[in-house]
């Protein structure tokens, strides 16, 4: 998809996350509404309950033995109609509520009147009157302690069906309405939830209406895991575009990488062929069998340059071997230092003018390994070294042993690498460069690649200490060979 460029896809994961979060802002929005009206409900079946149980404890007493009377009492058609009753005194009507509880048979005496289309309803007082020897200033301290129980009955409902708010209680009078305690009706009209006022006592003397501030704090519990699965699911989305757009990143980088690699390695194959061919077409143009020094010369350059071709070669499909993990080390008791003792000596002889100094350590340094990948190794850090060090190069190669590990280091006195890359520059294909096209050392990017993995797979780790200016050094730790 060439048309589907990069700059098409950060704005495209841009709005799909936008969409994603008003879909679920909405969602929740409505998820929220709607447990609020959940919540309502059972606050609304909370007051049903207290004024069931407040009621049936003001009867109680002295009807304890009275199951026909307590279960009428109970009844949710008495309740349903009691609180109808109590509501009357707002329609314009006139009612009469008499009781004897206490006698043969308890009698309950309500009538209602309803006024003719002209008649004024006059003002007037409840008239209460008692039997029995009961004063009024006794059926008010009853009163107060009902209404005080009401506290311990709302917290009990609000406990068995699991609602944590904060809630207070309004006091009515019955007759006028008005707020018998210290709340305002400013207060009950920003609440979030405030019940219908409901008699708490079978005598119908006072109200009361119970008053929920914040629902905000309840629902949003409720919430809770439709919220936490809501972001759950945005991270989530968040981190797979993420993710993706590493991936596609890096496949990016690695596809440029590919690209320069074979642009390099088209060159750094050509070099060895054109020398060749140029050393062949003089041997028989120029007729070089009658001169054996300048035959077996050009002879020699061709060796070599067909040695560095095959050197190439072979350091692809190692490459190649040891990513598909086709490769079996051949391991064997190996000494260290005899293999960098050989690899400092060759490339002393086809480097004379580079400085490679060798440090060796005191007491031999074995470890279980190959031989062959191990010198490739070695070789390939000096050869590195040797290189990129620049004309007045020094490289200084040694070798440490402890109870545990060998440690190499092969050190020079180079450009150094900016910290910047040193995580990157054991990547295949990656070279430290201003361009991509243009190199002022040959390579083709594969030879710190295949180092870091033929150390790993020794069971060590291989490490970069560099800075700009102040040359590199190429830390080997490997694990000292221990006699079962």
């Given at each position: 998809m060439k048309w589907f460029s990069k700059k098409y896809a950060y704005p495209l994961v841009i709005v799909a996350m936008i969409v994603s979060v008003i879909l679920q802002v909405a969602w929740l929005s409505q998820l929220y509404s709607s447990q609020e009206v959940q919540v309502k409900r059972e606050l609304d079946q909370v007051v049903n309950n207290v004024v069931r149980s407040s009621n049936f404890l003001s009867l109680l007493p002295g009807n304890e033995g009275n199951d026909n009377f307590l279960s009428f009492f109970q009844s949710p058609e008495w309740l349903q109609f009691k609180e109808a009753y109590s509501r009357m005194r707002g329609h314009k009507v006139m009612s009469r509520f008499d009781s004897d509880l206490t006698g043969d048979s308890s009698i309950v005496d309500i009538s209602i009147r309803i006024p003719n289309k002209n008649y004024e309803r006059k003002k007037h007082k409840v008239q209460r009157i008692f039997e029995h020897g009961e004063t009024e200033e006794e059926q008010l301290a009853l009163d107060s302690v009902e209404y005080n129980r009401l506290d311990s009955l709302v917290d009990q409902e609000l406990l068995k069906n699991h609602l944590r708010v904060k809630y207070f209680v309004v006091k009515y009078d019955w007759e006028t309405g008005a707020i018998l305690n210290h709340h305002t009706a400013a207060e009950i009209r920003k609440a979030d939830y405030h019940s219908e006022p409901c008699s708490y006592n079978i005598r119908l003397y006072n109200n009361f209406q119970l008053?929920?501030?914040?629902?905000?704090?309840?629902?949003?519990?409720?919430?809770?895991?439709?919220?936490?699965?809501?972001?759950?699911?945005?991270?989530?989305?968040?981190?797979?575009?993420?993710?993706?757009?590493?991936?596609?990143?890096?496949?990016?980088?690695?596809a440029q990488a590919r690209i320069a690699f074979t642009s390099n390695m088209t060159h750094e194959l050509k070099t060895p062929v054109a020398v060749m061919e140029a050393a062949l077409d003089a041997i028989t143009r120029y007729q070089l069998t009658a001169d054996p020094e300048k035959l077996l010369q050009y002879i020699n350059i061709s060796k070599t340059e067909l040695h560095r071709l095959n050197m190439m070669i072979e350091k692809v499909l190692n490459l190649d071997e040891v990513d598909s993990g086709e490769t079996r080390l051949r391991s064997e008791l190996y000494d260290v230092q005899q293999g960098l003792e050989q690899v400092v000596t060759s490339m002393q002889l086809q480097n004379k003018l580079a400085g490679i100094h060798y440090h060796p350590s005191e007491e031999p340094c074995f470890l279980d390994g190959d031989p062959v990948h191990l010198t490739n190794v070695f070789y390939n850090l000096i050869d590195n070294a040797l290189k990129y060090g620049g004309k007045d190069v020094r490289v200084d190669v040694s070798c440490t042993c402890t109870e545990e590990h060998i440690v190499i280091s092969v050190k020079d006195n180079g450009p150094g690498i900016s910290k910047i890359y040193h995580a990157r520059i054991f990547e295949r294909f990656f070279r430290v460069q201003d361009n991509v096209d243009v190199h002022n050392v040959k390579g083709s990017g594969l030879g710190l690649n295949y180092v870091k993995q033929i150390v790993e797979r020794h069971g060590g780790k291989i490490r970069v200490v560099s800075e700009l200016g102040k040359g590199s050094e190429f830390i080997i730790e490997l694990p000292v060979y221990n006699e079962v």
């Open positions: 008053v929920v501030p914040s629902l905000r704090g309840i629902v949003f519990y409720q919430m809770r895991y439709y919220l936490l699965s809501s972001f759950l699911m945005l991270l989530l989305t968040g981190a797979a575009f993420y993710f993706v757009f590493r991936l596609l990143k890096h496949q990016h980088i690695y």
